[in-house]
């Protein structure tokens, strides 16, 4: 059989000796990689502790740095610090020796990753940083390195075995520094009392964020929207109107008890007015109420608004606590905007 022919067979014809041992082979590189994680976490101790309350009690910035393999880990260390509520760079130790050191400031916890503890790039960036206030912390396999004796903080994974059939190719060890430093990005965050709220400020795009996204973070609120009480005069109502800092072209009408009465339209006050040539200014308005559109509450989520726009139709939505208190209006066009369905869908466009 050919070789095109070979690459054109279904895969379950092709499943031979050879695909078996590399489906054996990969399933025993994961195996080995989750052992050796359950015995980084067996050897943890305090240290990690004594690491994360200092960067909770410092205003500073968490600089993690490492040199290959170990710098890449420490890049997405560093961003799922940033994501969690912690400021936090990343920075190759090579820019940091020329010059990319005054990135790092006093009060700041320099985070080192490097499996030997003898990368001579960090060393010599340890080296600069010890004239000035700055906290140096370390994850490594080795705790008696010339890097371990030089940190304040020592977060050891252990004498790992890489699984490469070479013992080469960092895999093992890596994989074991981004858990550790999984493991202190989620203890700080949990420190911090960090929310979904909080969350969502720092994922404002893609589904993530939007997901995390509440009413109350879009909507109009009642100081911006023009609200009136049931029998006030006409002419107030349209002063209302005409002074709002938002323009909804309608004024909301509350009761005493805080909630919603109904609405007044500017359109059809305008309309009124071409039927009848006047109006009487002076009157009250009850007679312009209108029902008002669908309410929703405050704490529903970007999703169900999209929902009701798309199920209901209308400009805008009006916005409840819990209480049944209107307190805001809920555009479809911010919605649509902070939801991406313009892009995806033309169903709410106006």
């Not at 107030?236 to 800092?245: F, K, N, R, T, Y």
């Not at 805080?258 to 359109?267: A, P, T, W």
Request: hydrophobic share 40%; proline share 3%.
């Amino acid at each position: 059989m050919s070789g095109q022919n070979q690459t054109n067979t279904p895969y379950s014809k092709r499943a031979d000796a050879d695909w078996l041992q590399m489906l054996d082979r990969a399933r025993e590189v994961i195996r080995a990689e989750a052992q050796a994680l359950e015995a980084v976490a067996a050897r943890l101790d305090e240290q990690i502790c004594n690491l994360a309350e200092h960067i909770l009690s410092t205003s500073g910035l968490v600089v993690v740095s490492g040199v290959g393999k170990s710098g890449l880990v420490g890049e997405k260390i560093s961003a799922t610090l940033a994501s969690t509520g912690t400021r936090s760079i990343s920075l190759d130790p090579l820019d940091a020796l020329h010059g990319s050191l005054g990135r790092i400031s006093a009060g700041d916890v320099f985070l080192a990753l490097s499996n030997s503890g003898e990368t001579e790039e960090l060393r010599q960036v340890v080296s600069a940083l010890k004239a000035q206030p700055v906290f140096i912390a370390l994850i490594t396999s080795r705790a008696d390195s010339s890097l371990a004796r030089a940190a304040h903080s020592v977060l050891g994974i252990g004498p790992v075995q890489e699984v490469c059939a070479l013992g080469l190719t960092p895999t093992t060890s890596t994989t074991a520094m981004m858990a550790l430093g999984d493991a202190l990005a989620l203890i700080i965050q949990e420190r911090r009392g960090f929310t979904e709220r909080d969350f969502a400020r720092f994922h404002p795009g893609g589904s993530l964020g939007r997901e995390l996204v509440r009413v109350r973070d879009l909507m109009w609120p009642l100081i911006t929207v023009p609200v009136v009480r049931p029998g006030t005069q006409l002419g107030e109502v349209l002063v209302s109107l005409c002074g709002a800092a938002r323009c909804t072209e309608m004024a909301i009408v509350r009761g005493a008890d805080e909630k919603i009465v109904g609405m007044v339209n500017s359109r059809t006050i305008a309309s009124y007015l071409m039927r009848a040539q006047q109006l009487d200014l002076e009157g009250s308005v009850d007679s312009y109420i209108q029902r008002p559109p669908d309410a929703i509450q405050d704490n529903a989520s970007l999703s169900d608004a999209v929902q009701v726009f798309l199920r209901d139709g209308g400009d805008v939505l009006f916005v409840q606590d819990t209480a049944g208190h209107f307190i805001g209006l809920l555009s479809r066009r911010d919605v649509e905007t902070n939801s991406g369905l313009r892009r995806r869908s033309r169903v709410m466009d106006v």
